[in-house]
């Protein structure tokens, strides 16, 4: 196993880690128990998680829903990507497209493609500032 992968490994378990150490600041004071109701797991099973386990998708939005906590930031805490996000990638073959060519251009550096994804949500917003300008009265 090369040093990249490693490093690459090292870096997800911390993430892990330190999600993992959030939910329980989350948790505050309530029970295990309690919480393991709500989620309608084990506490072995949420004690794992909160030692750095791995959660499924669907009890990272659990998890969000129980402590009152936006989906998004949880899933990007523990380096997946979020439902919705996940599903427009998915439901939408021009930004598939989009991504892969730019991740496989290799003639782009790293600053160049942040420079270029920059362009584009801001040309996202300019979008959604006209239209919403348009729509009202």
Known sequence: MNNSSDDLKREQAI???DAGQYLKQLRGEKSLAKVCKLLKITPAHLSEIE???????SLISALANVYEV????LFL????????TKRELLNRCSL????TDITHNHDLTDTEKDELY???????RNFMENKLSKEMP
């Open 15 to 17: 993430k892990q880690f």
């Open 51 to 57: 030692r750095g386990r791995m959660p499924s998708d």
């Open 70 to 73: 936006n989906e998004d930031d």
């Open 77 to 84: 805490l523990w380096g997946k990507i979020p439902t919705l």
């Open 96 to 99: 598939q497209d989009m991504l």
């Open 118 to 124: 920059g362009k584009l949500y801001e040309m996202y």
